[in-house]
C-alpha cells in the first residue's frame, strides 16, 4: 500500500463524519431494489449506516480530481437516487448524503 492510500484511509477514519457513522449499525454494499416514479433501479451502495436519528450514506470515489465540483459534477444524480431509495426505507429519518473522495482524502456532501 502506497503512503497517500494510507492517508487516505486515516483521513477517512478519523473525520467526525466517520464518528457518527460508527454510532449506526454499517452496512457495506448494501443492496437495494427500488421503484422511483415509474423507473426500477437497483443496485449496491457502497456504505449505509443506520443511526437512531439518521441514515448516512457514503459512496467511495477512486478519480483522480483535484476539486469535489468535479465529483459532484459526475454523481450527484447518481446519490440523489440513492438518498431516494433510503428516504423510502426509512421515511422518518434525514439522510445524509456523502462521497468519500481518495483523491481528496475528504468527505463530499451531496445535497
Request: charged residues 30%; aromatic residues 18%.
Given at each position: 500500500i502506497k503512503d497517500k492510500d494510507i492517508q487516505s484511509i486515516l483521513a477517512f477514519y478519523t473525520n467526525p463524519i466517520y464518528a457518527k457513522i460508527a454510532k449506526g449499525e454499517i452496512h457495506h454494499e448494501f443492496p437495494f431494489y427500488a421503484l422511483l416514479g415509474t423507473?426500477?433501479?437497483?443496485?449496491?451502495m457502497d456504505m449505509v449506516a443506520f443511526t437512531s436519528e439518521e441514515t448516512i450514506l457514503i459512496d467511495f470515489k477512486t478519480d483522480r480530481v483535484d476539486s469535489k465540483e468535479v465529483l459532484l459534477?459526475?454523481?450527484?444524480?447518481?446519490?440523489?437516487d440513492y438518498v431516494r431509495v433510503l428516504q423510502q426505507m426509512r421515511p422518518n429519518k434525514p439522510v445524509k448524503a456523502y462521497m468519500y473522495s481518495l483523491a481528496l482524502?475528504?468527505?463530499v456532501e451531496v445535497h
Open positions: 423507473e426500477v433501479i437497483h443496485g449496491y459534477e459526475l454523481y450527484t444524480d447518481q446519490l440523489r482524502k475528504s468527505y
